[in-house]
């Protein structure tokens, strides 16, 4: 008897489990059930240009959702046949096939087979993540019904085929129709539709880009469900199949296995996209970022972009040709270091042996030393290579171009260098710090001026001066190497005397300078080395940097703050952020600056500029600007402005162990680039002009020479000074006799 009732509870408790089970279940994952279902896909940051047209897309799942009036039938057809048949028949459960699914992973005591609605493989896909337990087929059962009451079979497909997942980065069906046959979701065919139904319950093995004879198997046994089910007859069906595959394996075998969305998606500037990428994750995280749907507006004009990027690149090439020949042999000197320090003796000998054939060959070589064992010699052989390849990239000239509004701040173009990839993702625009050479000239006579310390008129002797320093003696020169005498401001910035600015330097004081030019630029004044090589630009600048600083010329002394994004909206078109413009700040006067104005267009009137800005490319509009060269031409710069539109160009080497070559000044190098953007951009820029002379500015009749007012006899110019300021003086310089002296040298 006690055996009886023991073998009764024991078949009770036995019969209980499943229900205990399911109560735990329901307990446990109570909050998901209860809570309100909200169909929310991942979506990408799209990011646009000024005009509305798409730059880039941030993502880590490619996804375009669609309605469902935008779901064409042949889709809904395909994916039910394939899916579920029953799909608008049942209640949420496919009870007969969930028994068959049951039976198989009782036998093999895992989750082997599916047996899954669509409604249960879009809560797959939301909320259990594809897990393939018990306990997930517990949690499916759970929710079925409550999303079969919240939302329509239609609403549900749509969610579905919104959601689900085609490899290769895809997601969503009108992405799929994009990515594997560059079409409309719109203008899908039913073998199209029916071959993107095969895919996504198994993603990798049914990618006809990986396995097409897998794809073509299992295509042909949906089609005879869809010739079974009455959506094709069957000698119409398999003619157009044969003649569907017969097409697209010759697309096939134009595309790579591992192709995917990312890839293959457009990025029209991608130094624009990648420096924005880090300034939006380190705003809103990366999980809204790639999945938020994001708006992200900027100031962008991808007209401005593309001229710019055309320009740089086919300059770039040119200098290439020409720097090549003088960097090849401090090639050559690195490589002989590398091999002297080799601990391989054989490593230096077979290395000089393979130099003079092509360079792969050490790829081979390396792979020949491995499969014999010689590790020794495969490891300096390799470190060798590599060793070589990364003084090579930093051998090959490189460039940046950076365009802005002056009064607005608004960046127009940013490029980063030649081209964007997986080995060249620096962007040089914002992030390579660099001496800017005679480029940084005018904040040092911009410090002068301001203060009333120097004028246009000043006179300044362009004679052979020395620095004696504790460790080392210090010569400026000139470019020339020549030597001109009694100099004014004027004529030593548009002929960008290196002297005349080292005097200047001492004249009006390093702090003084360096105070002014951080003001301008908008960089901390601790960044500039205060000696009198600051005159000459030997402290480094990016090309962003040194554009705010000339912008502040071309905005009458106020403070320019670039921006790149204007506003961003979120999924729901909520805005989340609006640009402000900070209150105007005044760093240096407005007369200060049409005065520097006047200056800096005469190097692009008759200055180191004009034979290349003016002569040969033919950019006559009202500009001002400065060229630079850094010492042994490592960098090349040419800085900027017409009234609407402000511009740096720079071209060097990544490593400046590496030259541009002799003679390769920023007027000959980096002046074209900027020239042939400010011609082909001026279309489509807005219509300024410079700011009319104020009222603190007057002009004075001077004498050419000495800059003090003109006694009969003396060649006279016309200048500018701050009122009451002006000279007071004649000009009492033998300028006659001293002009006859100084052409001797």
């Not at 939301?126 to 337990?133: D, I, N, P, S």
């Not at 990839?421 to 410090?447: D, I, M, W």
């Not at 680039?673 to 002009?699: E, Q, Y």
Request: proline share 5%; with cysteine.
């Amino acid at each position: 008897m006690k055996r009886r009732i023991f073998i009764i509870i024991f078949l009770l408790c036995l019969l209980m489990l499943p229900y205990m089970f399911f109560v735990y279940m329901y307990h446990t994952q109570y909050d998901l059930i209860s809570a309100d279902l909200e169909y929310t896909p991942n979506l990408p940051t799209t990011i646009y240009d000024v005009n509305n047209e798409i730059i880039a897309e941030l993502y880590d799942e490619k996804r375009i959702p669609v309605k469902f009036d935008e779901i064409p039938n042949t889709v809904i057809a395909a994916f039910t046949t394939a899916e579920d048949k029953n799909f608008y028949n049942h209640t949420g459960l496919d009870y007969t096939g969930m028994l068959r699914a049951l039976i198989i992973d009782i036998k093999e005591g895992s989750i082997k087979q599916g047996g899954s609605t669509i409604t249960q493989q879009l809560i797959k896909q939301l909320y259990t993540h594809r897990k393939r337990t018990f306990e997930r087929k517990i949690i499916e059962i759970l929710l079925v019904k409550k999303i079969e009451e919240s939302y329509t079979k239609d609403q549900i497909i749509e969610m579905y085929l919104n959601q689900i997942y085609f490899g290769h980065g895809v997601y969503g069906i009108k992405s799929a129709a994009n990515f594997f046959f560059n079409k409309e979701l719109r203008n899908l065919n039913i073998y199209e539709a029916s071959l993107l139904a095969l895919i996504p319950p198994a993603p990798n093995r049914y990618s006809p880009l990986r396995n097409p004879e897998v794809t073509f198997t299992r295509h042909r046994q949906i089609l005879f469900n869809l010739i079974r089910n009455g959506y094709l007859s069957k000698k119409k069906a398999l003619s157009g199949f044969e003649e569907f595959w017969s097409e697209y394996l010759d697309q096939l075998y134009e595309r790579s296995p591992n192709e995917i969305a990312r890839s293959s998606a457009p990025d029209k500037a991608p130094y624009v996209t990648d420096y924005l990428r880090q300034q939006l994750i380190a705003e809103y995280g990366e999980n809204r970022v790639y999945r938020g749907g994001l708006k992200v507006f900027t100031t962008i004009d991808l007209r401005m972009q593309q001229i710019a990027h055309s320009h740089l690149s086919e300059q770039i090439t040119i200098q290439q040709k020409i720097s090549s020949r003088f960097n090849e042999s401090e090639l050559r000197k690195l490589e002989e270091q590398s091999l002297n320090t080799s601990e391989t003796a054989n490593i230096k000998q077979t290395a000089q042996t393979f130099r003079n054939f092509r360079e792969n060959l050490m790829d081979e070589l390396a792979l020949l030393t491995l499969i014999n064992g010689l590790d020794p010699l495969t490891d300096s052989l390799v470190n060798h290579r590599r060793f070589q390849r990364y003084q090579r990239q930093k051998a090959q000239v490189e460039g940046a171009f950076i365009a802005l509004e002056p009064d607005t701040g608004k960046i127009r173009s940013m490029v980063g260098g030649r081209s964007f990839n997986y080995e060249n993702q620096l962007n040089r625009a914002t992030a390579a710090h660099r001496q800017p050479g005679s480029a940084f000239k005018p904040f040092v006579y911009a410090a002068g001026i301001d203060s009333n310390i120097i004028n246009a008129a000043t006179e300044f002797q362009d004679l052979p001066m020395v620095y004696n320093e504790r460790t080392k003696t210090w010569a400026p020169s000139n470019a020339s190497d020549k030597f001109s005498g009694p100099v004014l401001v004027r004529k030593a910035i548009t002929r960008s005397i290196n002297t005349i600015a080292v005097l200047a330097f001492e004249k009006i004081g390093g702090e003084r300078i360096a105070k002014t030019a951080s003001g301008m630029i908008g960089i901390d004044k601790s960044r500039f080395t205060i000696d009198p090589t600051l005159a000459l630009g030997t402290s480094e600048l990016t090309p962003l940097e040194l554009a705010t600083g000339f912008a502040c010329f071309a905005n009458r002394g106020i403070k320019v703050n670039p921006y790149l994004i204007e506003k961003i909206v979120d999924s729901s078109d909520t805005h989340i952020y609006n640009h402000t413009m900070p209150a105007d700040k005044q760093v240096i006067s407005t007369s200060t600056t049409y005065i520097m104005n006047s200056i800096l267009q005469g190097v692009i009137t008759g200055g180191t500029a004009t034979a290349t800005v003016r002569g040969r490319y033919g950019f006559t509009s009202p500009a001002a600007g400065k060229t630079g060269t850094n010492s042994e031409y490592r960098d090349a710069w040419f800085a900027g402005y017409t009234p609407d539109l402000v511009a740096v160009a720079w071209i060097g080497c990544d490593s400046q162990k590496f030259t541009l070559g002799p003679g390769q000044y920023g007027a000959t190098v980096a002046a074209p680039v900027w020239a042939r953007f400010m011609k082909d951009t001026a279309p489509i820029r807005r219509k300024k002009s410079f700011p009319g002379k104020p009222g603190t500015v007057i002009s004075e009749s001077v004498c050419a020479y000495s800059g003090s007012l003109p006694r009969e006899g003396c060649p006279t110019i016309t200048e500018y000074f701050h009122a009451g300021t002006g000279p007071t003086e004649r000009c009492t310089s033998p300028h006659e006799q001293m002009r006859s002296i100084f052409d001797l040298f």
